[in-house]
């Protein structure tokens, strides 16, 4: 029987699920997935900042399960187009039933009419809950640059499309641990542990 206490990843994406369980897999706590839990939430993303929708997620996966819950928010900032996607990353199509493909597309053909280099960043919030806690907040940056054409297999979303200038390797070239060693989410989930750590003290 396991009785580490348990920490909910308030996503529903298996990409993120599965960054999110490799980082903090040696902490002392069950990671367990809303599947899990066999809770179904979909809670909507109208926040104005990542930090408010970061917030909103891992409030409403803590309030519905009792449980600590862990939730994030990120998008793809990209400097020739004013910051977009941003908050809008994960719905940058306005095709029904839009893929990672299709946002892919999308992007590069809003960027088509500027001159590169395409400069940008990933930024994500993740945000803690607790039941009778404060939310705590932590955030991850990751610069680099949009391409005009796809390398790699590994990461979903805009990940074959961003280049890590520095390592000239998108993001979906790296292998999963220096993945997460380097990206937004990684940075953020890094602050995060020792804020975990304080929970399980309690």
């Known amino acids: 029987m396991n009785d580490k206490p348990r920490l909910l990843i308030g996503t529903n994406n298996k990409g ?19 599947a899990d839990l066999g809770l179904e939430l979909d809670v909507v993303e109208d926040g104005q900042t990542y930090s408010e929708n970061a917030t909103k997620k891992a409030l409403a996966f803590s309030q519905a399960s009792g449980l600590i819950s862990l939730a994030d928010d990120s998008g793809l900032e990209v400097d020739a187009l004013d910051g977009a996607p941003g908050l809008h990353s994960a719905r940058y199509s306005t095709l029904p039933g839009a893929t990672d493909a299709d946002r892919r597309a999308t992007l590069l053909l809003n960027l088509s009419r500027y001159p590169r280099p395409w400069t940008a960043r990933f930024r994500a919030t993740v945000a803690i809950a607790g039941p009778g806690r404060s939310v705590e907040l932590v955030e991850g940056i990751c610069p680099g640059e949009i391409i005009p054409e796809e390398r790699g297999k590994s990461g979903f979303g805009y990940d074959p499309i961003f280049l890590l200038t520095d ?11 220096e993945k997460n060693r380097l990206s937004h989410r990684g940075q953020a989930l890094q602050k995060a542990i020792p804020i975990l750590s304080e929970f399980l003290k309690d």
Do not use: G, W
Request: charged share 40%; aromatic share 4%.
């Open 16 to 34: 993120k699920l599965k960054e999110i369980r490799a980082i903090l897999k040696d902490l002392e706590f069950e990671l367990v997935s809303p």
């Open 167 to 177: 390592l000239n390797k998108t993001m979906a070239e790296l292998e999963m641990e």
